[in-house]
């Protein structure tokens, strides 16, 4: 318990915007939503990275 976990989430590369500043918008409001087993809820700023194998995630 309580410690950190990393997560990867695909995303398709259709639902990311080609232009550069739209690219950066949308991942900037991306979020994750995490309930703890004790109900404490948290929104975290999700970090984001691109590989050729999987794509945004």
């Not at 989430?9 to 500043?21: K, M, R, T």
């Not at 900037?28 to 945004?56: C, F, M």
Request: no cysteine; glycine share 6%; proline share 9%.
């Amino acid at each position: 318990m309580n410690h950190p976990v990393d997560l990867i989430l695909p995303l398709p590369g259709n639902v990311i915007p080609a232009d550069e500043s739209a690219k950066q918008a949308f991942l900037a409001n991306l979020a994750i939503y995490v309930e703890h087993s004790d109900d404490e809820k948290v929104l975290l700023q999700p970090e984001t990275s691109s590989t050729r194998r999987i794509g945004w995630g």
